[in-house]
């Protein structure tokens, strides 16, 4: 352990890595300016402020004393209400208010639904390359974060057989993530479906984070049929980001979606670690959810526009091939194979002034990668991308 750490502290804390993403923004503080402002792609934040009406309606929930007091542990009635009609509409299936909680966060969501499945010595499936957050969480939690390979040929799309071959008597769940992060891969509706019904077999459950459920593709309204059967009820648990949908990051609310009969047993878990999720922004999203529904679609087609942008940028690149690419993400293939992810991206930063995060922060096997996270930014900063990238050498 590092000098000066007291031997009381927990190893399993201690042992895992710093946040990756301040140590990247440190990198910037030596870029001198030389091709113009920074270009943060490090992180994925909304760039677009949210709506003026919610902006306003924060505001005064935010000054009233309702606004804080504690309140029930899995959320406010208006708001689980809202989430599970708006839920049931866009899956076409039955999800009550009591299938839901609502969370400070989706990281919190997925903290906690690690701690109600799995304790130390258990493992779960997660797909590499995988979300850092995930991983540190599960390292801390004494839970295997056991590698389910992605490949770039498969499009980053994981397989089933590979999963059933990883499963022993020490998994207890598969972890996806679709859209993807770091990826922005999209899983086809089948494999996501196949994946609960494998879970569903084996005796262990499905949690399936769609923290960027709402950007995906013209024309996909939804990631997959799972809802439409009451089967989903066994082993499906599902995670999910208003931060991103709604551009209120700091307002940290996330929500899951379970059978009552789990939200029961992990209303256990959040009363011990969150009491209740923020009130403000609970009392404003039952409007958002239904009255900006064609602000969130306005929103989604921008970011698809964002995402064609890029990949124009980097067409006269072919050195920097895109593997994948959607909703908030996209990752890139970097010109350097003899030299390390991180070198490669602290070289963008200092030199050229933009700042990615390097595949090694997502996994083993990821050095030859570069995450980009272009939803931060318009579609004119990413279109100056092609000089930026163009002549990096290192």
């Known amino acids: 352990m590092a000098s000066g750490v007291p031997n009381s502290i927990n190893p399993l804390v201690a042992d ?11 990198w910037t503080k030596r870029y001198d300016g030389a091709f113009g402002p920074l270009i943060n792609l490090s992180q994925a934040v909304p760039g677009n402020a949210p709506h003026a009406g919610m902006l306003e309606r924060l505001a005064a929930t935010a000054g009233s004393a309702s606004g804080a007091q504690y309140g029930p542990i899995n959320g406010d009635a208006g708001l689980r209400q809202a989430y599970a009609t708006e839920l049931s509409r866009i899956y076409e299936g039955r999800i009550e208010p009591g299938d839901t909680a609502v969370t400070a966060g ?98 262990i459950h ?25 089967e989903w009820r066994g082993p499906v648990i599902q995670l999910y980001s208003f931060s991103k949908s709604y551009a209120i990051p700091g307002h940290r609310m996330g929500a899951i979606t379970a059978d009552a009969g789990l939200i029961e047993q992990v209303a256990k878990i959040l009363d011990c670690i969150q009491i209740c999720a923020p009130r403000t ?21 921008e970011i ?6 890029f990949r124009q940028a980097l067409a006269p690149l072919p050195e920097w091939r895109i593997e994948s690419v959607g909703a908030y993400f996209a990752y890139l293939s970097h010109p350097f194979p ?8 602290e070289r963008l930063a200092t030199e050229r002034g933009v700042l990615c995060l390097p595949g090694s922060y997502f996994g083993p096997g990821q050095e030859g990668h570069l995450r980009v996270a272009f939803a931060n930014v318009g579609a004119d900063v990413l279109a100056g991308l092609t000089e930026r990238l163009r002549g990096l050498s290192l």
């Open 16 to 26: 895992v890595g710093s946040p990756p993403i301040p140590e990247a923004q440190s």
């Open 106 to 203: 989706c990281n919190l969501a997925f903290f906690a639904t690690m701690m109600l499945l799995a304790r130390h010595g258990d493992a779960v499936l997660l797909p590499t390359p995988w979300y850092f957050n995930h991983q540190m969480s599960l390292d801390m939690l004494g839970i295997e974060p056991r590698p389910l390979p992605c490949r770039p040929e498969a499009g980053f799309v994981p397989r089933i057989e590979d999963a059933e071959a990883l499963i022993d008597e020490k998994v207890k769940a598969i972890v996806l993530v679709t859209p993807n992060n770091p990826t922005g891969a999209v899983y086809p509706a089948h494999v996501i479906e196949g994946f609960a019904e494998l879970c569903r077999r084996r005796g």
């Open 206 to 230: 499905l949690v399936i984070d769609e923290t960027y459920r709402d950007f995906l593709p013209k024309g996909v309204n939804r990631a997959h049929g799972l809802f439409t059967s009451e």
């Open 281 to 301: 922004a609970q009392a404003v999203l039952p409007w958002a959810i239904d009255s900006l529904r064609d602000w969130r679609e306005e929103n989604r087609a």
């Open 304 to 309: 698809n526009r964002r995402a064609e942008v």
């Open 338 to 345: 003899e030299k390390s992810a991180q070198a490669v991206a």
